[in-house]
């Protein structure tokens, strides 16, 4: 009897241990997430800010002269752009897709089709999936919160110059999802 209350004590002891355990490990994976989620969210308006002051003809002067306060060049938006792409969580690849629809210049364009093509077969549903209507209202969404806060300065810039809301755009838009689909499909490595 008393070797079974032994084993009795020293089972309720490990057991106790082991969910302690479990819920630091859940509260660990948990603060990722949270991390995770809160670094997507930053580069999408990273990005989406980046293209409103590359855009703008008030702020031309300040980028010119890479004055204080003002982006030179579009490293910055290269950066968001390469942190959406390594990063694993799905919420990611929504917003990589999403800037599909976005009106990057050649070189921004070609990071983000990088960053794409590189998630590989983890992004294919998103892009089987795309829903070009969706995308712009995310867009226009992203947009608009933004103007509302940090870009409220800035009137020389509407969502019709970061969001690619003309529908004569529509099928070059379509036609470059479907592009990015065989690419990964035929594993082109992207450098």
Do not use: W
């Not at 580069?43 to 409103?52: D, G, H, Q, W």
């Amino acid at each position: 009897m008393k070797n079974y209350f032994i084993f009795a004590v020293i089972y309720t002891i490990s057991c106790t241990q082991i969910t302690r355990a479990d819920d630091k490990a859940d509260y660990y994976k948990k603060a990722v997430n949270e991390y995770h989620e809160e670094q997507i969210k930053m580069s999408n308006n990273i990005i989406i800010m980046e293209l409103v002051y590359s855009k703008s003809k008030s702020l031309e002067e300040y980028r010119r002269n890479c004055m204080p306060g003002a982006f030179c060049g579009l490293t910055v938006m290269s950066l968001a752009i390469e942190g959406l792409g390594v990063n694993t969580s799905p919420a990611a690849s929504d917003v990589l897709v999403d800037l599909i629809v976005t009106t990057l210049d050649a070189g921004a364009s070609e990071d983000l089709d990088c960053a794409i093509v590189i998630k590989g077969n983890k992004i294919l549903p998103q892009l089987e999936d795309f829903n070009i209507e969706n995308s712009l209202s995310n867009c226009n969404a992203n947009f608009s919160k933004l103007k509302k806060s940090v870009l409220r300065t800035i009137d020389d810039v509407s969502v019709n110059d970061i969001c690619q809301l003309n529908k004569s755009r529509h099928e070059t838009i379509k036609n470059r999802v479907h592009d990015l689909i065989q690419s990964i499909k035929s594993k082109t490595v992207c450098e």
